[in-house]
């Protein structure tokens, strides 16, 4: 079993920068996927980002390539989402997630653990 817990949501302005985090509680195991996924104002839940928990091999879907970093830290069990130059359309709560799929899947069915979601608001 795993717990998952986002922060580092809130405001901030077009252009502007926010880290999100992702705590897991539990073990994560090094064939794991942690994925971040965005759920926006009357849109459905989409990939934005993931990566391998053992060989930190990562992905982006093409809207966020260049601005977004997702990375990770093993010794603390975090996750994290770097969100540089943010966009209106960026505005969403985003949600991190896990998989114990051995193989990358951009589905959010595929995801067998979530978070509670954190508030990102880019302003214009």
């Known amino acids: 079993q795993v717990q998952l817990a986002e922060s580092g949501g809130g405001l901030v302005q077009d252009g502007g920068s926010l880290r999100l985090s992702c705590v897991a509680s539990?073990?994560?195991?090094?064939?794991?996927?942690i994925g971040w996924f965005r759920q926006g104002p009357g849109k459905e839940r989409e990939f934005v980002a993931a990566?391998?928990?053992?060989?930190?091999?990562?992905w982006y879907t093409d809207s966020v390539k260049g601005r977004f970093t997702i990375s990770r830290d093993a010794a603390v069990n975090t996750v994290y989402l770097q969100m540089n130059n943010l966009k209106v359309e960026d505005t969403a709560v985003y949600y991190c997630?896990?998989?114990?799929?051995?193989?990358?899947?951009?589905?959010?069915?595929?995801?067998?653990?979530w978070g509670q979601g954190t508030q990102v608001t880019v302003s214009s």
């Open positions: 990566i391998n928990w053992r060989l930190a091999k990562t």
């Open positions: 997630a896990l998989s114990k799929s051995i193989y990358i899947n951009f589905r959010s069915d595929s995801y067998d653990y």
């Open positions: 539990g073990t994560v195991y090094s064939s794991d996927i």
